[in-house]
């Protein structure tokens, strides 16, 4: 296989990527690549990676647990720490249970493993994360997809369906930021043999979730929570199935206890509301400044902020002119989107100053001129 001749094709189509390095905590303020910049592209929405609390609750963890695991859950990985980080999230959730894996991707691939000899069918929405595409691919299912956020299009092909199925849709979209009709959905699938499960990775502990009775709830800790890990929520049945079913979560080391007693902050800092307030503040001033400054980015109410420019190259150029005026902002490109969507994804966070948003948006126009 001639590699080389892949990666200049990539290159010369502006579609190859590349790893800045960072040399300091996760934060809005960050040195990138030896370059002091505000950071407008991490997922760390509630500010909490580098919360000292958060912090402080590791330590004390590493102290008690040590620094490892040392196994996975059905052997002898599963700690107190996950218990209770278990019993903590079921009822953050309002579920009956709930189950950690050690990434969203994992947790993903981990119910569509588990339902691979149940179901015979899913729905996708178009603009699902790759995971739960790839999910479908490990069930042995052909990839169908509705029209993105179209419960028409959901209910036609809903009709074409037998047997018993999945309905599958991002709750907050990863690279969009708009939100699915999550209460549509359920309205459509019912009288139906069908669950519904919902990726919740970029909303979880922003929006108070929405969750039907017997559907299937994933949201990532990494984020918002700003530590790792996701879990998996939802009756008492369907959890104890997955354990025993879900290859990802049997086959995989457990995360370390430590992580768990981070996460256990966290979400008692999320639950305190004040770290959710500032970024809802600082989502509604970015969309009323970019307004007042004509830039048109997609209509999204979450922390995810979309620019679409088009062209990979363009995308390239606004993003390294950004970051060389201290603004870290990535260029999304195809395949992450569709040909000729390519975008500037700017995220917001607790954290982040008006001025410093004021700025950036200043920047950005006069890069789109």
């Known amino acids: 296989m001639n590699f080389s001749k892949k990666i200049s094709e990539l290159e010369n189509n502006h579609l190859l990527r590349s790893r800045r390095v960072s040399n300091s905590p996760q934060t809005t303020r960050m040195v990138i690549d030896g370059s002091e910049v505000v950071n407008f592209c991490s997922n760390d929405y509630l500010s909490l990676a580098s919360h000292p609390k958060v912090k402080e609750a590791f330590i004390k963890g590493v102290e008690k647990y040590g620094s490892g695991s040392g196994a996975s859950h059905l052997v002898s990985g599963h700690s107190e720490s996950h218990k209770l980080l278990e019993e ?154 997955l354990i025993q079913k879900s290859r990802p979560y049997t086959y995989t080391t457990a995360i370390p206890p430590s992580v768990c007693q981070a996460i256990l902050m966290s979400l008692e800092i999320i639950k305190n509301g004040e770290q959710k307030e500032k970024l809802l503040k600082n989502i509604d001033f970015f969309k009323t400044m970019s307004s007042q400054l004509g830039l048109n980015f997609e209509n999204s109410d979450s922390a995810i902020q979309p620019l679409i420019v088009g062209s990979s190259q363009r995308a390239l150029e606004i993003s390294n002119n950004l970051f060389d005026s201290g603004f870290f902002v990535s260029a999304i490109r195809p395949p992450t989107v569709p040909p000729n969507t390519a975008r500037l994804r700017f995220t917001l966070s607790s954290n982040h100053q008006s001025e410093e948003i004021e700025s950036l948006l200043e920047k950005v126009k006069n890069a789109m001129a």
């Open 88 to 241: 903590a999230l079921s009822e953050f959730t309002g579920q009956e249970n709930a189950l950690i894996f050690s990434s969203g991707y994992s947790a993903n691939l981990g119910i569509f493993s588990a339902l691979r000899d149940e179901i015979k069918w899913a729905l996708q929405d178009k603009l699902n994360h790759a995971s739960l595409i790839d999910g479908s691919r490990i069930a042995g299912l052909t990839i169908q997809r509705y029209l993105h956020n179209n419960l028409s299009s959901l209910d036609s092909k809903l009709e074409k369906q037998i047997g018993p199925g999945l309905v599958v849709t991002d709750n907050v979209f990863s690279m969009d930021g708009d939100q699915a009709d999550i209460a549509g959905i359920d309205k459509a699938i019912h009288k139906t043999d069908t669950i519904l499960m919902q990726d919740d990775a970029h909303g979880f502990g922003i929006f108070d979730p929405f969750i039907p009775k017997s559907s299937i709830y994933m949201a990532t800790l990494g984020k918002a929570a700003g530590v790792m890990g996701a879990f998996v929520a939802g009756n008492n049945d369907f959890i104890e199935f």
